[in-house]
């Protein structure tokens, strides 16, 4: 049967796109993140990727995590999520993320992480 497997390129709701190499054997994988908006006053530039999937030999619709660092800013992002398969193939992958500002103290901690769901669709 079909499943999802999170290697090509996928696009989000926010005009960012994501490309993601091919899944190793163990679930690990390594891609680049554009993204069309950001949370600074920063110059856009590509982001490294690096994360991990459910193996899709034991799942059809396997859960995920990766971590995006961000090559302009001092944040991080990760994302979790899982791929979902429509019965006529079509893939989505549903996050929720977590953007982790680099703040000037302990006591800024608190407004540091910003949180959200997004969805991606293959491009
Ligand atoms: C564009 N985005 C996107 O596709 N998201 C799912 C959300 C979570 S990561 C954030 C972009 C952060 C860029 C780096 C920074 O502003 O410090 C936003």
Same mark, same amino acid.
């Given at each position: &049967?079909?499943?999802?497997?999170?290697?090509?390129?996928?696009?989000?709701? #926010?005009?960012?796109?994501?490309?993601? @190499? =091919?899944?190793?054997?163990?679930?690990?994988?390594? %891609?680049?993140?554009?993204? &069309?908006?950001? &949370?600074?006053?920063?110059?856009? *530039?590509? @982001? +490294? #990727?690096?994360?991990?999937?459910? +193996?899709?030999?034991?799942?059809?619709? +396997?859960?995920? %995590?990766?971590?995006?660092?961000?090559?302009?800013?001092?944040?991080?992002?990760?994302?979790? %999520?899982?791929?979902?398969?429509?019965?006529? %193939?079509?893939?989505?992958?549903?996050?929720?993320? #977590?953007?982790?500002?680099?703040? @000037? @103290?302990?006591? =800024?901690?608190?407004? =540091?992480?910003?949180?959200?769901?997004?969805?991606?669709? *293959?491009?």
């Amino acid at each position: &049967a079909r499943k999802c497997v999170l290697s090509g390129l996928w696009k989000n709701e #926010l005009g960012s796109n994501m490309t993601i @190499s =091919a899944v190793n054997t163990d679930g690990g994988f390594t %891609g680049l993140y554009h993204t &069309a908006v950001t &949370a600074t006053d920063k110059h856009i *530039r590509v @982001s +490294p #990727l690096k994360g991990s999937q459910k +193996p899709t030999n034991q799942r059809k619709q +396997p859960t995920f %995590g990766f971590t995006v660092s961000w090559t302009f800013s001092n944040s991080m992002t990760v994302f979790v %999520g899982q791929c979902f398969m429509d019965d006529k %193939g079509k893939e989505t992958l549903k996050t929720m993320w #977590l953007l982790r500002e680099e703040v @000037s @103290s302990p006591g =800024a901690d608190w407004k =540091a992480t910003r949180v959200g769901t997004n969805i991606f669709t *293959r491009i």
